[in-house]
């Protein structure tokens, strides 16, 4: 069963705090709220979508490329690790 199967409750509820975001965005611009705080709703949104990529990105290396289980030649909890960190870096 895929990770986005199992983790679904949790993904959608980060979706959801997103979407409240990007709507927050948009009544700031229709408010006519200064830069600094359009900005800041969008950096915080940016974030928001990034962090959930990162999730899904690890949960998929985890799952699906490196559990020896079902893939006996699959990178070792070290390489692993290394290769997750260089993700949590390019994504945050």
């Known amino acids: 069963m895929s990770h986005t199967i199992t983790g679904k409750r949790d993904l959608v509820a980060r979706v959801r705090r997103i979407r409240g975001q990007v709507e ?10 200064g830069c600094s705080q359009v900005l800041h709703l969008i950096a915080g949104a940016r974030g928001a979508i990034t962090g959930l990529m990162a999730e899904v990105v690890e949960d998929h290396v985890r799952t699906h490329l490196v559990d020896t289980d079902k893939h006996p030649g699959a990178l070792n909890l070290q390489a692993t690790e290394q290769l997750l960190a260089v993700v ?4 945050r």
């Open 24 to 33: 927050g965005i948009e009544r700031a611009l229709e408010g006519e709220a």
């Open 88 to 91: 949590r870096t390019y994504l």
